[in-house]
């Protein structure tokens, strides 16, 4: 679940410099009233993307889930959201594992610094013993 509480702050803080479009901060208030969409959404598997979730003319992201959810998009009234078939069916099970943790390639990563880590620990400490 994202933070709102700043949201507001943080939009008018940088719109029209990091949060573009609008080109510049006298174009922001074109952009309309901020606003919640609730979104359905289902799927059979956590291991293939179940749906995209599209927000015009921003981007899209693809969720793979086992049951059902309900999530809440913030848009600019304007800006529709829509859902639809996943166009990449089969990366899930390669880049993610089932659940809220970190993406796989993340968590391998740190799975071998951890061992290299013990590895080295327990080499000093066996060096420290033979003194």
């Known amino acids: 679940m994202g933070k709102t509480e700043n949201a507001n702050d943080t ?59 309900t999530m809440t998009l913030w848009t600019f009234d304007g800006v529709e959201v829509t859902l639809r078939d996943p166009l990449v069916l089969d990366r899930a099970r390669f880049l993610e594992r089932p659940g809220f943790l970190l993406p796989k390639a993340i968590s391998e990563a740190l799975s071998n610094q951890n061992k290299l880590e013990a590895q080295t620990s327990r080499s000093f400490d066996e060096e420290a013993s033979l003194l």
């Open 11 to 69: 939009w008018s803080k940088h719109a029209g410099v990091r949060l573009q479009p609008p080109i510049n901060a006298d174009r922001v208030p074109e952009l309309g009233e901020w606003k919640a969409k609730e979104v359905k959404v289902s799927g059979t598997s956590w291991d293939v993307n179940s749906i995209d979730i599209a927000a015009a003319g921003f981007c899209w992201f693809s969720l793979g889930l086992k049951g059902e959810a």
